[in-house]
């Protein structure tokens, strides 16, 4: 989660500061070097926005710190059966993050593995995804916390995370399936290993932004600046981000983590400053359920540990070659079936031979596989299609329009792959 142009926390009381602003509303203090001037004007400060700060700033945010500790925690072990190799930490092997619990649609479907609906939140695909995310949660994490207390932050934090992950196996459509450039902001053709705490991240961002919203008149001038509309920015920035990187970012598992942050926070009331600690039982009760849930689900990890594809066990340089090896045919076959469409020719015996080499091709990963798949049905299309007598030229024509369209937008899911994972395979090469 990219919190670029998002608003400033003051270095002096801790207190946020709306985007744009050049000094904090509670202690006053410059955001941009001093610049010492006879005669300048002395800052009045507004004691009704110091009180209310002091008042949230002091409580505890121990949850944050607990879910900092265990994301680094899982992304160690994560490394640990990695091979604790630093090509590892630009992107974990496909086995490792499926063992250690990424979303992955079939397997929720096909094997009712429903604990993967909870603890890719926990677990991320590189170093630089887990830094990104972590600090995100150090930054936001605290202000939800201290507003909401412990008990409300933790059931915030597991709900909207989880309404991100369910969100992001919805969108995911059958292999060949077509997708306009709009539609495919939400939308995926592949069903392609999913983790991270963006989607749980985009809730608590939702959460404080109908927080200020709903709360915009009890609220001091240098809160309402800082959340609500304030936020803005942060959303439109990120939603922004999702849309030019669509194909690499989940943009569903965030949406869903927002909606459902926002309508947690119309209807859950705050620890107004003043009032004591002391919260309903029920909110425990949840907070407990929650935690129980996340504990259950990587109980299930565990236990079906082994059942995951083999982790790192051969020599390194050996699984290397292998992989290489396997890279090579599996080019060579889509390669061969791109040209055979290409010429659009309807030669049945070609595009039988086509079909039978990418049918042997190795798997590499699920979204290769998908990609294979895809291939292999626009080539059969092409064959019925030449087969089928047509009555008049114009629904032949249209025909062949559609399979061009849906070839050229298979193509560009393919050089996407090409240029992301499998840029590891063609670096394997000893």
Sequence with gaps: MNFAGRPSVCRSCGAIVG???TSCAVCGSSLTPAQTKAGARQITYDRETMRFARAVLNRPYMFTLAFLVANFFVFLLMWQSSGMSWSALASFPEPVLVAYGAKLNSLISQKHQWWRFVTPMFIHINLLHVLINMYSLWMVGPYVEKLYGSAKFVFFWVVTGVAGVVASYLTVLKPGASVGPIARYIFKVHDFPSAGASGALFGLVGVLFVFGIKFRHELPEGFKRAFGTGLLPVIVINLFIGFVARGLI???AHLGGLVSGAALALIVDYRRPGERASIAISWHALQVAALVLVAVSFFQVVKHFRDAPALVTQDASQV???KYSDYLVYQR???DGQETLQAFDGDAGRINIAIQELSGAPRLDDQAD????GLKALLVRDKELSATPQKGARP?????????ADFESWEKDYNLWLSTRGKQYAGLQQ
């Design 333 to 335: 076959a889509l390669n």
């Design 370 to 373: 998908a990609l294979r798949d």
């Design 250 to 252: 989940d943009n569903a």
């Design 320 to 322: 290397a070659n292998a």
């Design 396 to 404: 032949r024509l249209e025909q062949e329009k559609k399979l061009k």
């Design 19 to 21: 985007a744009g602003e």
